[in-house]
């Protein structure tokens, strides 16, 4: 296959990557867009690790060809978020509940949450476990991950 | 080799006021040398209790009265930098803004051994506060010496020295340094004051982690770096060789720039991963069938031809302790092979030699120093040519000690003479690799009075070092062997060692002794703890998770003790169910009461403490790398079940430290011991079966349930 010009839409802005269409989005977004907070994992869509929001649903980049990706789709990466100093709620509730040991897991955590949360705003704990049940985390910080997730919903 | 202090104190500027920690000697637990870990064999060991012998961490006060201070353990979410930032912040009185933590860089840090057997918090943390505190009364005196002023009038304040009952600082300590090292003897069991206990300061990465702002190796990135991998091998690693390959179909790839036989593995490295990924899928590779049996009976092979490697203790008289007690009983527990299975796999990125004759390796690693030796050794370069540079890691549980991709990229990078990033892919994380956790055949057997006193324990071990088998309970009469048979799978070191299998075997036991006693488990251990702290844990658990209260039909609860690296003590309870119809176990709740001594940050202690119990479940339900005598049939983590959020229960934990002075120790590795023989104790208590072999997986729940 070759090289063909396309277009992402990441974290609002538009990217221009010169790219192989059956890529998967996740080498895109660390290799040429230099979003590495998106971690390779398994590339096997099993532990979760390079999760992004696609249209606001969380979604295993490395199982995502990057031709699905630029077809119009609203991309969020763990960078979209927020950043040092300007955190969202979420990511800030991680810290406040030390959800992480390595944190190697812990950008597509949040964004598997944040997928979660504005889907359903007020989520049971069995909700919260079901959406998250993928996403492992061998430092086993998953208790500390549910308690962080907890405190960000409204009304909690 | 580590950096000498002259190369050290040139790359100071030679200003400053430095400070170079030593350990004393004789308040080492242990003192080995750094060639005690393998560095060629491809089986890494690990010495938890390695002490330098030369000098350890640096303390440096430069220009502008910034502190720095270097060691070469690394970060591996352990929070290892978060406590020092808060040993050193406080212990010099300093701000956040004034200390820079340098951990694991080769050319800047000291050697000061690998980072694992849940010591770095106990001997760099406390090596770090010991010097600290002599740090204060040094500058003080340096002062006044400088001033012309008695040392009485003076006081240590914030980097600097001030005049009591006066505001102001007469002298910063960096101008009070000729840039020559100031050797501090160090006790690393050194008394932790009382103020330093519960600094509950978040974790100093806490904000680049949530915002992927934290690099680990795979998220570097230069100019003209090449991407490299490893093809996968049919066989196990051991047992098999490339026999004929052809390459062509890969080479042709556009994007590729090499694709070759690098020491009888395969090597594709082109200019993304995706290139890389989809040569390796053209290769066309021939290995030769290894020459065991395909049939792997873990059993039998452990024991077959296996050769006494050490009596581990001996104690009394075991086989008269045993003719002389009223009950004995001898029971085989079993263990499976286990992977690490850390999210991030091992990676590196390394440069070809430069200019300058030295090359730059940057790699996920529990030991830089281990690292750059296994450089230097396989590329036949000196050792001052080779810089490594550990990165956080993304999961290492021992696993990143054993780590070779560092030598491998090195090797990559100078055949294609360019930058090359090495990731190994989940397969390869898998089934390149040869070592596990071990699985361990253990006999066991221990004689009881009539009123519940263990008389004598003798323990046959097969494949394991049986770490901890005696420290738990008091035993007059103990007989503790190891045997080694030549066994075609590696072993390396892993979360909890082998106190994790043996841990298993003797809590198991303990229960089906009080079972034939006729006597309650929690009371016949407290009738036979080593330590009476033990007696408050147990209770404590007791009357955390219930124990004696109502339970469910086929709910049950269990206990396991451990103790750990000396003087860490530890109970876990836990309470499951047992589904009769699916056969699967669910851990209801886990109650954990530990005596580690002060506890620095208790939210890092308690985040710690739930992963360990949370890799006890894995263990004790469903990890295990499935081997044929080939073959490594686990390649994903579809296959190798690591405990999930819904597996998780709820886990109290209580932390024994009233008497907030003492040493600090460690709790890493501490909670998965206990857990495993908790888990076993519990189900045994809830439908009566007792699983003598882990994993639990629902298919053997339901056929032991028949």
């Known amino acids: ?156 | 080799m580590s950096m000498t202090r002259r190369q050290f104190l040139a790359s100071l500027g030679g200003t400053g006021l430095v400070y170079a920690l030593r350990f004393v000697p004789e308040a080492s637990a242990k003192t080995v040398s750094y060639g005690a870990i393998p560095v060629e064999n491809d089986t890494p060991g690990c010495t938890a209790e390695y002490i330098p012998v030369d000098y350890s961490e640096w303390i440096v006060f430069g220009p502008d009265n910034q502190v720095s201070v270097f060691t070469g353990r690394t970060e591996l979410g352990q929070g290892l930098k978060t406590v020092i930032t808060a040993i050193v912040t406080q212990g010099l009185d300093i701000t956040q803004d004034q200390l820079t933590v340098v951990q694991g860089d080769t050319d800047l840090c000291p050697d000061d051994g690998p980072t694992s057997g849940s010591a770095a918090t106990r001997h760099v943390g406390m090596g770090f506060w010991d010097a600290c505190q002599k740090i204060r009364g040094d500058v003080v005196r340096r002062a006044a010496d400088s001033l012309g002023i008695s040392s009485e009038h003076l006081e240590y304040r914030s980097g600097g020295v001030g005049r009591k009952g006066e505001a102001g600082t007469l002298a910063y300590a960096y101008e009070l340094g000729s840039g020559e090292a100031v050797i501090l003897d160090i006790n690393p069991k050194a008394i932790l004051n009382e103020q330093y206990v519960d600094i509950e300061i978040p974790n100093v990465n806490g904000e680049k982690i949530v915002s992927g702002e934290l690099k680990y190796v795979g998220d570097l990135q230069m100019p003209g770096l090449l991407y490299a991998g490893w093809l996968t091998q049919p066989y196990h690693p051991r047992l098999t060789r490339l026999q004929s390959v052809n390459m062509d179909n890969a080479r042709a790839l556009p994007g590729i720039k090499c694709v070759e036989v690098v020491d009888g593995r395969v090597a594709a490295i082109g200019q993304r991963c995706s290139d890389v990924v989809k040569a390796l899928n053209l290769v066309k590779a021939d290995w030769t069938l290894p020459k065991r049996s395909k049939e792997l009976r873990v059993e039998e092979e452990a024991r077959a031809g296996a050769q006494l490697e050490v009596v581990k203790e001996e104690k009394g008289n075991v086989e008269a302790g045993l003719a002389s007690s009223d009950i004995v009983l001898t029971e085989t527990y079993t263990t499976q092979y286990a992977a690490h299975a850390q999210i991030e796999t091992d990676a590196a990125v390394a440069t070809p030699i430069g200019p300058d004759g030295r090359i730059t390796v940057w790699v996920s690693s529990q030991y830089p120093y281990l690292d750059r030796e296994r450089v230097f050794k396989y590329l036949r370069m000196e050792p001052s040519d080779v810089h490594v540079i550990a990165m956080p890691v993304g999961g290492g549980f021992g696993g990143k000690i054993g780590n070779l991709s560092g030598r491998e990229a090195a090797k990559l990078a100078g055949m294609v003479n360019a930058p090359v990033k090495l990731i190994y892919s989940r397969r390869n994380q898998f089934q390149l690799i040869s070592f596990f956790k071990a699985a361990v055949v253990i006999d066991i057997t221990t004689g009881v009075s009539a009123d519940g006193r263990i008389i004598a324990r003798k323990i046959d071990s097969f494949q394991d070092e049986t770490d901890g088998t005696t420290e738990t309970y008091v035993i007059p009469n103990v007989l503790t062997r190891v045997y080694m048979a030549p066994w075609p799978f590696g072993r390396c070191a892993s979360r909890g060692t082998s106190y994790v299998q043996t841990c298993f075997a003797i809590e198991s036991h303990m229960d089906m002794v009080a079972h034939r006693l006729g006597m309650d488990p929690f009371e016949f251990r407290r009738k036979n703890v080593q330590y009476p702290a033990f007696l408050n844990l147990i209770d404590a658990c007791a009357e955390m998770i219930g124990y004696g209260g109502a339970l469910n039909t086929d709910e049950g609860i269990g206990m396991g003790l451990v103790r750990h690296g000396g003087a860490q003590l530890g109970v876990i309870a836990a309470k499951v169910a047992v589904d009769r119809n699916s056969g699967k176990i669910t851990v209801k709740h886990v109650c954990v009461a530990f005596d580690i001594g002060p506890v620095i940050s208790r939210r890092t202690a308690t985040v710690t403490i739930r992963g360990g119990v949370a890799w006890g479940i894995g263990y004790a339900l469903s990890e295990e790398i499935k081997l044929d005598g080939h073959h490594t049939e686990t390649g994903y983590f579809s296959q190798y079940k690591i405990a999930r959020f819904s597996d998780m229960p709820p886990i109290d934990i209580q932390f024994f430290d009233d008497h907030h002075i003492g040493s600090v120790r460690g709790c890493g590795e501490m909670p998965v011991i206990p857990t495993i023989g908790a888990i076993a104790n519990a189900v045994y208590n809830a439908v009566g079966v007792r699983f003598y072999s882990t994993p639990m997986t629902p298919d053997r729940v339901k056929q032991a349930l028949g």
Request: proline share 4%; net charge negative.
């Open chain 1, 1 to 156: 296959m070759s090289k063909k010009n396309v277009i992402l839409k990441v974290n609002g802005e538009m990217r221009q990557v010169l790219v192989e269409l059956d890529e998967p989005l996740l080498w895109v977004l660390r290799d040429d867009l230099g979003l590495t907070g998106t971690k390779f994992g398994c590339g096997t869509g099993e532990c979760g690790a390079c999760s992004v929001l696609i249209n606001g649903e969380a979604r295993r980049s490395c199982r995502v060809p990057v031709a699905y990706a630029a077809a119009g789709q609203e991309i969020v990466t763990i960078e979209g978020l927020g950043s040092s100093g300007n955190l969202s709620p979420l990511q800030q509730a991680f810290i406040d509940h030390t959800a992480f040991c390595c944190g190697f897991c812990t950008p597509g955590m949040i964004i598997t949450a944040t997928g979660l949360l504005a889907k359903n705003p007020q989520p049971t704990r069995e909700e919260i476990i079901e959406a998250m049940d993928n996403n492992l985390c061998r430092c086993g910080s998953y208790n500390n991950i549910i308690e962080a997730i907890e405190s960000v919903i409204e009304g909690s």
